[in-house]
Each structure stands twice: as structure tokens, then as C-alpha cells.
């Protein structure tokens, strides 16, 4: 069978919130099976647990931010894509703050932190969520769908409308059957526009962005001195976020997704509704030689 999987020791890592602008200390360590992903925030009095979850999420701002009895870790998206192309599945993940550090903007530090703590297989079967009908959503022209597909596959495109992200490609396709996360979406860092930084500041959110950690373009040009890391890295993000999103249904997706113009909110309307319908999905885990080839042991190398 495919085994569940944890880091094999505890890693720490001191960052920037994007949006909240503060400084945060985390650390992630190894959990037990069948634990799942679980957020603690240490900098409250009982050092509250938060699952990442879909029907946790409780803002879809900018961000995916989940939350429990009140207590709310936010921007979580990034780590849970590189714990996805990780092929993670059970880590206890401490914040002293709300906000998870934006990083450089992509998911590749959390890729090299938690590769340096190394990986443990565990002694449990993995599960996994497998696709048995299509289902969608729709909000006017936007759409996120899920699919019947023996492996896992993402099809995003975009429609900026902006000169800079016109220039670049606005579909990709990405079969991790046959590519690697780490090279073809890990590296792919956010964006942003810098017409609407003062009012997403005065809403609270964006405090924390600077060339550093986001590509941020004017009406016309990227303002970032340095060559984009892909030439189509702004829907090569939008896939990554997408993979993070999709975490929070707690299994790795057997399936395939679809999506036009999507972003964090319709993601979790997605989830929430292939939950709400059993007859979509089947929970199961497979033996190693008939596992989808984007999750067999063999393949590891591309995917991870």
C-alpha cells in the first residue's frame, strides 16, 4: 500500500504575513497518522488546534484563511501546496500569529524547509478522495470543476486583461503523471497590482507586500527588476493556490480540475459542494502497483 506521510524532524522558520504585515515565527513537526494537517496558534492562551479543512475556511479574501471557535490562521494556501506536492499528509504546524509568512511568494522555501527536515514514511495506508462524477460550480463567467481522472491533473486559465499578463501564456496544463510540482508550479510566486494596494491596505490586507515576495505590475509593466521565473508564471500560480485549496478536502485527489477565472472562493465552494454530495467521491487507498502513476512510489521523483 502507499503510506501516509509526516517530516522526520521538527524545522522552524521565521517570516512576514503578506496581508496582516507582521512578523511570525513558524514551525512545523511531525505528526502521528491519521492526523491530518493540524494549525496551532501558541500565541493563544490555550494554544488553539485549527484543522485545515474546507468547511473550516471562513474568508476567501486574497487568501484562504480557515478557522475554529473563533480562532483563525490565515493565507495557508502556499504551505498546503508544497505539502500537497510533497505528498504530506500528517503535520502539526505552530504560528505565534495569525498569519502564515508569505515567504518569497511561491511555495518553494516551504518546499526546502520541510525537504531539509526530511520525509517519513508512516504505517499507515495513505487515503485518498477519488472523483466518481463531475460536479462544478459557476459564478457568472468563473468556473472550478472536478472530474473522473485516474491520476491528478489541472487545467487553469486566466483573463487578466493587463498588458504584462497578456504578453505571457493564460492556460496551462499540468499531469503530475508526467511533471514535477517542484519545477513546474513551486517556483511560481503571486502577483498583485499597484493600483490597488492602498485600497486592499485600508481593508487590512496587503501589509506585508513589497517586490520581495510578490510580482506586483503597474497598469502597464511588471515593476520587479528580476525576469519572471517561468514565462507563464502568473497562471502557473493561480495553479499552485489551486492545489493548496484543494488540500483542504484532507486527501490527496484522484481527478482531474478544471477552471476559468477561478480563485480561493469558488475553490471552497467546490469542495463544500462535492462533500455535500457522497456520490461524487469514494474514500479508498490503493497497493502500490495499481496506484494512479502521479502517487506510485516510482514516481515520486516528478511529482515531488
Same mark, same amino acid.
Given at each position: 500500500?502507499?503510506?501516509? =506521510?509526516?517530516?522526520?524532524?521538527? &524545522?522552524?522558520?521565521?517570516?512576514?504575513?503578506?496581508?496582516?504585515?507582521?512578523?511570525?515565527?513558524?514551525? &512545523?513537526?511531525?505528526?502521528?497518522?491519521?492526523?491530518?494537517?493540524?494549525?496551532?496558534?501558541?500565541?493563544?492562551?490555550?494554544?488553539?488546534?485549527?484543522?485545515?479543512?474546507?468547511?473550516?475556511?471562513?474568508?476567501?479574501?486574497?487568501?484562504?484563511?480557515?478557522?475554529?471557535?473563533?480562532?483563525?490562521?490565515?493565507?495557508?494556501?502556499?504551505?498546503?501546496?508544497?505539502?500537497?506536492?510533497?505528498?504530506?499528509?500528517?503535520?502539526?504546524?505552530?504560528?505565534?500569529?495569525?498569519?502564515?509568512?508569505?515567504?518569497?511568494?511561491?511555495?518553494?522555501?516551504?518546499?526546502?524547509?520541510?525537504?531539509?527536515?526530511?520525509?517519513?514514511?508512516?504505517?499507515?495506508?495513505?487515503?485518498?478522495?477519488?472523483?466518481?462524477?463531475?460536479?462544478?460550480?459557476?459564478?457568472?463567467?468563473?468556473?472550478?470543476?472536478?472530474?473522473?481522472?485516474?491520476?491528478?491533473?489541472?487545467?487553469?486559465?486566466?483573463?487578466?486583461?493587463?498588458?504584462?499578463?497578456?504578453?505571457?501564456?493564460?492556460?496551462?496544463?499540468?499531469?503530475?503523471?508526467?511533471?514535477?510540482?517542484?519545477?513546474?508550479?513551486?517556483?511560481?510566486?503571486?502577483?498583485?497590482?499597484?493600483?490597488?494596494?492602498?485600497?486592499?491596505?485600508?481593508?487590512?490586507?496587503?501589509?506585508?507586500?513589497?517586490?520581495?515576495?510578490?510580482?506586483?505590475?503597474?497598469?502597464?509593466?511588471?515593476?520587479?527588476?528580476?525576469?519572471? =521565473?517561468?514565462?507563464?508564471?502568473?497562471? =502557473?500560480?493561480?495553479?499552485?493556490?489551486?492545489?493548496?485549496?484543494?488540500?483542504?478536502?484532507?486527501?490527496?485527489?484522484?481527478?482531474?480540475? &478544471?477552471?476559468?477565472?477561478?480563485?480561493?472562493?469558488?475553490?471552497?465552494?467546490?469542495?463544500?459542494?462535492?462533500?455535500?454530495?457522497?456520490?461524487?467521491?469514494?474514500?479508498?487507498?490503493?497497493?502500490?502497483?495499481?496506484?494512479?502513476?502521479?502517487?506510485?512510489?516510482?514516481?515520486?521523483?516528478?511529482?515531488?
Amino acid at each position: 500500500m502507499i503510506k501516509q =506521510r509526516t517530516i522526520a524532524t521538527p &524545522i522552524k522558520t521565521v517570516g512576514i504575513g503578506l496581508h496582516s504585515g507582521r512578523k511570525v515565527t513558524l514551525s &512545523i513537526k511531525p505528526a502521528p497518522v491519521n492526523s491530518g494537517i493540524l494549525f496551532v496558534r501558541v500565541d493563544t492562551p490555550e494554544q488553539s488546534v485549527v484543522p485545515a479543512t474546507a468547511l473550516a475556511v471562513c474568508d476567501t479574501r486574497l487568501a484562504s484563511v480557515i478557522q475554529k471557535d473563533g480562532v483563525r490562521v490565515s493565507t495557508v494556501e502556499h504551505l498546503l501546496s508544497a505539502c500537497a506536492g510533497l505528498g504530506l499528509d500528517n503535520l502539526l504546524i505552530e504560528l505565534d500569529g495569525e498569519e502564515v509568512p508569505i515567504m518569497d511568494g511561491s511555495a518553494a522555501s516551504f518546499l526546502f524547509l520541510m525537504e531539509s527536515a526530511g520525509i517519513l514514511e508512516q504505517d499507515e495506508p495513505r487515503q485518498f478522495l477519488v472523483i466518481k462524477k463531475p460536479i462544478e460550480v459557476r459564478d457568472g463567467d468563473k468556473l472550478a470543476r472536478l472530474e473522473p481522472f485516474f491520476g491528478f491533473k489541472l487545467d487553469f486559465t486566466i483573463d487578466f486583461k493587463h498588458p504584462a499578463v497578456d504578453k505571457t501564456g493564460q492556460r496551462f496544463i499540468v499531469d503530475f503523471a508526467e511533471h514535477a510540482y517542484r519545477s513546474e508550479i513551486g517556483r511560481a510566486r503571486t502577483f498583485g497590482f499597484a493600483h490597488e494596494v492602498e485600497a486592499l491596505r485600508e481593508m487590512g490586507l496587503a501589509r506585508g507586500g513589497s517586490l520581495d515576495n510578490a510580482i506586483v505590475l503597474d497598469e502597464h509593466r511588471i515593476l520587479n527588476n528580476e525576469e519572471l =521565473r517561468y514565462e507563464d508564471e502568473f497562471v =502557473r500560480h493561480k495553479i499552485l493556490d489551486a492545489i493548496g485549496d484543494l488540500y483542504l478536502v484532507g486527501h490527496p485527489i484522484v481527478g482531474g480540475y &478544471i477552471a476559468e477565472k477561478s480563485g480561493h472562493a469558488l475553490n471552497n465552494a467546490l469542495l463544500r459542494k462535492l462533500l455535500d454530495d457522497p456520490s461524487c467521491y469514494e474514500i479508498c487507498n490503493f497497493p502500490e502497483n495499481k496506484a494512479p502513476q502521479a502517487y506510485s512510489k516510482e514516481n515520486q521523483p516528478l511529482f515531488f
